[in-house]
């Protein structure tokens, strides 16, 4: 027992394992929120009291966008600042005040305000991650760290589907929502305790730290932007065609994400199936998400960087061809039972195919072209492209209320898709390129 203990307190293996789960649980927590209004959006609908339509639901879905393209050119600076783990904790407590207001409400403003704030907390989420990961854990490591922890947004967003979909067959949808806030504060006591910004916040024993440990702990060490500004770090970033080409790719790849938050209201739609059953079967998207995002980083370590050209592009096509078939389905009316059970196998496939692309490539460039302005660079990508899918949600629920307004929805999907595959196949030949002049 007392070699067991002695472990615990010198190994920075030890401590890397709790942290990892902590951010996981923190991220997780963020999603945890944003999931249980987007699953309870088919019952607000529905709700006479409330008076939204799909063209509000849109709009508010769009403000949320705003609040996270607020928070992304803001946060990341924040946690390069003040840390991830300070910057995480508060943006967790004001995401869950926020969204206890949410489920209050009644009027379309109070609405877009409430579920704005909410997503500018959530939006710091990812820069503190990037910032808690380069104090943690080596280069060697970030694939398969950021391929777990994007893996919580995932899994969150199915278990959280699962459970507040049940809570919403049975009670009303500001219940479900107000049912979040105490699971929320059994995790916030868990995060203060575990959650340590860096190895210095622990008992690790200096006496037991080797060579390899000491490489680790100053991952930014010999950095080309080591000794940069903010203001020179982006003119940098501008600079580069790299920084372009996943900008790019992530504006495209952000809009096909944001199908997420009109799956419910699609299945409600298109399908014979009430606003609970159509919440709880947009799970698929998530579970198709969790497996792929997790499986995709250990994956993404492995691969050559010549390999991952061909992989995410034929991954990206794939994502296409789900699209497409969701599409014929719409427009030729196939919406009985088998047609509903087809809709679901293709939406998480879609998952599957989507997620890793999304997440992982950005991240890890992020990181190993960011360096000590990781946080910042993080920022700025999802900046640009949740402003592409605000844009979109302002229009896409208008566009669905329209007569073949999904079918015309769902076009705009396929486009951003096709050129998704284009930009992130050219961003990973040119990444491939670089590393190629740098190893001669």
Not at 252 to 259: A, D, G, K, P, Q
Request: aromatic share 16%; hydrophobic share 50%.
């Amino acid at each position: 027992m007392k070699k067991f203990y002695n472990y615990k307190k010198n190994s920075r293996l030890y401590w890397q394992i709790i942290v990892l789960i902590a951010i996981y649980g923190a991220y997780s927590i963020l999603n945890f929120l944003r999931t249980t209004i987007i699953i309870t959006s088919p019952a607000i609908l529905e709700d006479p009291s409330v008076n939204l339509n799909k063209t509000m639901w849109g709009y508010i879905l769009g403000w949320g966008t705003a609040g996270t393209l607020v928070g992304k050119l803001t946060t990341g600076v924040m946690a390069d600042k003040f840390g991830g783990r300070r910057v995480f904790l508060c943006a967790i407590i004001l995401c869950m005040l926020t969204t206890g207001i949410f489920g209050m409400v009644s009027e379309y403003i109070f609405f877009s305000v409430t579920f704005f704030i909410a997503m500018l907390a959530k939006s710091a989420g990812w820069p503190s991650m990037a910032n808690l990961i380069k104090d943690w854990y080596p280069k060697t490591w970030r694939g398969r760290v950021w391929g777990i922890l994007s893996s919580s947004s995932m899994s969150s967003s199915f278990f959280t589907s699962l459970l507040m979909s049940s809570i919403l067959l049975i009670a009303s949808w500001r219940v479900t929502i107000y049912t979040s806030l105490p699971i929320t504060v059994i995790f916030l006591i868990f995060l203060y305790f575990y959650l340590k910004q860096s190895p210095a916040d622990t008992e690790i024993s200096c006496k037991n730290i080797n060579t390899s440990e000491i490489k680790i702990k100053n991952p930014g060490e010999n950095h080309f932007l080591e000794n940069s500004s903010v203001k020179e770090a982006i003119i940098i970033f501008l600079r580069s065609y790299r920084f372009w080409l996943i900008s790019i790719s992530i504006m495209c790849l952000t809009i096909l994400m944001s199908f997420h938050g009109f799956i419910p209201i699609f299945l409600n739609d298109n399908f014979e199936v009430s606003a609970g059953q159509a919440s709880l079967a947009s799970s698929t998207f998530p579970l198709g998400s969790m497996f792929s995002v997790l499986i995709g980083g250990f994956v993404y370590d492995k691969l050559s960087k010549k390999t991952r050209v061909f992989a995410l592009g034929f991954v990206m096509v794939l994502a296409s061809a789900c699209v497409f078939i969701l599409l014929l389905l719409i427009k030729f009316n196939k919406n009985d039972y088998d047609g509903f059970l087809i809709a679901l196998l293709v939406i998480g496939v879609y998952g599957l195919m989507v997620a890793p692309c999304y997440l992982i490539p950005m991240s890890v460039f992020s990181l190993d072209f960011g360096g000590k302005h990781c946080g910042l660079l993080v920022g700025i990508i999802d900046a640009v492209g949740y402003l592409a899918s605000m844009i979109f949600e302002f229009y896409g629920g208008s566009i669905a209320d329209e007569i073949d307004g999904w079918i015309q929805f769902l076009n705009i999907i396929f486009n951003a898709s096709i050129l998704g595959t284009i930009s992130i196949i050219l961003f990973l030949f040119i990444d491939y390129r670089v590393y190629i002049k740098r190893s001669i």
